[in-house]
């Protein structure tokens, strides 16, 4: 039995749909049952990272499974550690976790410290896993842009080697039913690292209209997204995954995708010419 969490959100959606597309029997993890999506021979259980009761009890009889990492929160390590105590007091053989890119504990991406510190719990609790350090997603590229045709954020010149759901969706969905996967790390990336000038150039020729990249400096990063009234922790992960983007962290491409799934990533260009062709009203 395969568990997954997350089904109800953007990429765990698309891991369950694939997984039941090739006839997987899998048990989707989900902290509200009505929403969970309704997909042959996947059975539902509810329970949200940390509850440990409810997590044992749905995660009893799992083999292997999907834990996709939660949406940002100040405890978010907290939950994960906990949610990786369940799965293995409940008798969990492997664990497939969505890392992010350079997960290190002086990471430039805040958030991405919560990864490295959830990778090392795992390797720690003697589980068998496999890490699957996604990049940015692809998918976030037209949503940088403002009202004003802008995108502004401290990333430099940097390149960055975004990746489309999709593609991390596939290599899931693979890494999760195939042999061979132990133990092991994939930095899952697009086939190219672009600049945001460069993305912008693309995002403009496909919606016919301007769209350019302003650097802010760090201090500008933070002035600029005060008006938020966010707290502290989620501006820093904000500005920090551009400036992840200036320090070159996010710029390294890997074969992972194509090696696992036998298909290339999507490019940056393609995948706005089939998703975002129009701009946005
Ligand atoms: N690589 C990137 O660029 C990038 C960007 C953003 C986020 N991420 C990370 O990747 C994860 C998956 O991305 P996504 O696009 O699928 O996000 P998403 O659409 O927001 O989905 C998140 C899923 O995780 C579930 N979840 C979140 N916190 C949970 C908790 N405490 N207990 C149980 N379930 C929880 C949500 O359940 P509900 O439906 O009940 O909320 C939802 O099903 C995110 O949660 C985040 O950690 C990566």
């Not at 009234?229 to 992840?244: C, I, L, M, N, Q």
Request: glycine share 10%; with cysteine; aromatic share 8%.
């Amino acid at each position: 039995m395969i568990g997954v969490t997350g089904s109800t959100g953007q990429l765990g959606s698309r891991i369950a749909r694939l997984l039941a597309d090739s006839g997987v029997p899998q048990r989707l993890i989900v902290r509200d049952p009505a929403r969970a999506p309704s997909l042959p021979k996947a059975e539902v259980a509810q329970a949200s990272y940390g509850e440990q009761a409810a997590l044992l009890n749905a995660l009893d009889g799992v083999e292997t499974l999907m834990l996709l990492s939660a949406t940002e929160c100040a405890d978010r390590v907290s939950l994960h550690k906990a949610t990786v105590d369940a799965a293995v007091a409940a008798g969990v053989g492997r664990i497939v976790y969505t890392s992010f890119a350079g997960a290190a504990p002086g990471a430039t991406f805040t958030f991405a410290r919560d990864h490295w510190h959830t990778e090392q719990h795992i390797r720690g609790s003697g589980v068998d896993f496999t890490f699957l350090r996604d990049n940015i997603y692809l998918d976030f590229v037209p949503g940088f842009v403002g009202e004003d045709g802008v995108i502004r954020g401290p990333a430099g010149d940097g390149r960055v080697a975004a990746v489309a759901r999709d593609d991390i969706a596939a290599v899931a969905a693979r890494v999760l039913v195939d042999p061979g996967h132990s133990g092991a790390t994939y930095d899952l990336t697009g086939p190219t690292a672009f600049t945001l000038a460069g993305a912008a150039a693309v995002l403009s020729a496909a919606w016919g209209r301007p769209v350019r990249y302003e650097a802010e400096t760090l201090d500008e990063a933070y002035r600029s997204r005060e008006a938020y009234d966010a707290p502290a922790w989620e501006v820093a992960g904000w500005v920090t995954s551009y400036a992840a983007i200036a320090s070159g962290e996010l710029s390294h491409t890997s074969t992972a995708v194509e090696d696992i799934t036998g298909h290339q990533p999507i490019s940056l260009e393609d995948y706005i010419i089939r998703n975002h062709s129009t701009a946005p009203q």
